[in-house]
């Protein structure tokens, strides 16, 4: 396959292009100059050695220049002592997180699942990050610090669907004999989320009055 077509390829399997969007990417690379294409591939290679997944919360975030990748494994978020670690908010997206940080609503925990689980899905533990998932909330419940965990999934079929899933995943860990006894809450995002908003479009405002407002999760 020529570089023109296999170029259009890759650009469709970005998340919410389609294959006209993806000819005109083609097409405006074609009218950059060669020092801004090599800039870019320059960057495209580095983009995975300069960034790693945070072993606690699964989010990506960049490394600083000259500090080893493999001793770097908790972000800023999660090795900031003045972070709220009553609170754990699970997200399904990388950009749900920055979205939730740009409005300064939260100050508590992350956790990052890496999708949503599609309704009448199979294997809905291949989806998201469940393991990860399951593995921070016994450490954070252990240290007995934890008091709430917030799904915030997007108000949308996929998105309550996965919060249902989650929060039936996650009772069990904070339950004995049916009885939660160390009260830790689970919650969902409450009003001023719109039905059908995706999280990630959603302004400051918008999430500060939908987390001040969350609800007991189903
Ligand atoms: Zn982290």
């Given at each position: ?128 990050r469940q393991k990860?998932?399951?593995?921070k909330v016994n ?25 249902m899933y989650i ?52």
């Open positions: 396959m020529d570089s023109f077509n296999r170029l259009e390829e890759i650009f469709r399997k970005f998340p919410g292009i389609g294959p006209r969007q993806a000819k005109r990417f083609v097409y405006h690379l074609l009218t950059q100059t060669d020092i801004d294409i090599d800039d870019f591939a320059n960057h495209l290679k580095n983009i995975k050695s300069q960034t790693v997944l945070c072993e606690s919360c699964c989010r990506f975030y960049t490394i600083k220049a000259g500090v080893d990748k493999n001793l770097n494994t908790i972000c800023n978020i999660c090795s900031d002592q003045n972070r709220d670690n009553s609170l754990l908010m699970v997200v399904s997206k990388d950009i749900d997180l920055l979205t939730i940080e740009k409005s300064k609503a939260f100050n508590g925990l992350y956790f990052v699942l890496g999708g949503n689980i599609p309704i009448l899905e199979d294997f809905p533990q291949d989806k998201i990860e998932l399951v593995k450490l954070l419940s252990q240290s007995n610090t934890l008091k709430e965990i917030i799904i915030a999934t997007s108000i949308n079929p996929e998105g309550e669907h996965t919060a929060s039936n995943i996650l009772r069990p860990l904070i339950t004995t004999s049916g009885k939660n006894i160390q009260n830790i809450k689970i919650t969902t995002l409450g009003r001023g989320l719109s039905s059908g908003s995706e999280l990630e479009y959603s302004d400051g405002d918008t999430l500060k009055s939908a987390l001040e407002n969350r609800k007991v999760a189903r």
